[in-house]
């Protein structure tokens, strides 16, 4: 495939190619035969009916990946933004379709990778196709890693036992934590209602463990965290 300077160097950013040099992410993009497509703003990137047969990385807009519920209700499991690969998990699995679906909620621009070329080896002597490999084996470990911390969290038993082990797993050093979610998604994440939230928050300052400010919060009291767990 024909591929700009611009389009490779923006690749350079993304974790699948982390490391590479610009000939080797040409070279595979070339010996994988990947494709790059435009979507228009509420176009369906992949339907619950298609064949999984592509890796893919959002090099323009954004996207939703939805599932809806038996009363039709959409469900979004989760927004794709700009320079983020999506659909990784598909290429491994053995479905014979997705159980979800994509859809533009921009003017996209796609490149789509197939999946073929992430269980064997060219016979091109391709230097960064292994360097490509093992970018996604670490993307799918680091996506293991989150979604296990994510299920300890939604077991830790109470709403307090949950914020306290989210606040510890995100603080920094100086113990504070930048939250890079508004409260509605910090709800939707803990699995709880927003002001149940809102109140269980309000209750921790007041009882001195933490401080709420805007989009941060400081921990106040690490040791008493700790002590909900």
């Keep these: 495939m024909e591929m700009d300077s611009n389009l490779v160097n923006k690749l350079k950013e993304n974790v699948l190619f982390k490391g590479m040099t610009e000939e080797e992410i040409l070279q595979c993009l070339q010996c994988s035969r990947s494709k790059q497509k435009k979507y228009e ?15 893919f990385v959002l090099l323009e807009g954004s996207l939703v990946v939805c599932k809806d519920s038996l009363d039709g209700k959409r469900y979004i499991a989760t927004q794709i933004e700009e320079n983020d690969i999506f659909g990784e998990v598909f290429v491994f699995l053995d479905n014979v379709t997705y159980t979800y679906y994509g859809i533009a909620t921009s003017d996209c621009a796609v490149l789509e990778i197939p999946k073929e070329f992430f269980y064997i080896t060219c016979g091109n002597g391709c230097n960064g196709h292994s360097k490509l490999i093992n970018n996604l084996l670490r993307v799918l470990a680091q996506k293991a890693y989150f979604l296990n911390n994510k299920v300890q969290l939604l077991t830790s038993g109470t709403l307090r036992q949950k914020i306290a082990r989210l606040l510890l797993e995100l603080c920094n050093e100086s113990q504070i934590v930048k939250l890079n979610m508004n409260r509605e998604q910090m709800a939707s994440y803990l699995n709880v209602t927003r002001p ?6 309000i209750n921790m300052q007041k009882d001195q463990l933490i401080e709420l400010d805007q989009d941060t ?13």
């Design 41 to 55: 703003k509420e176009e369906t990137i992949f339907d619950r009916t298609d064949t999984p047969v592509s890796l």
């Design 217 to 229: 919060i400081k921990i106040l009291d690490y040791q008493g965290l700790e002590d909900q767990l």
């Design 196 to 201: 149940s939230l809102s109140r269980e928050l």
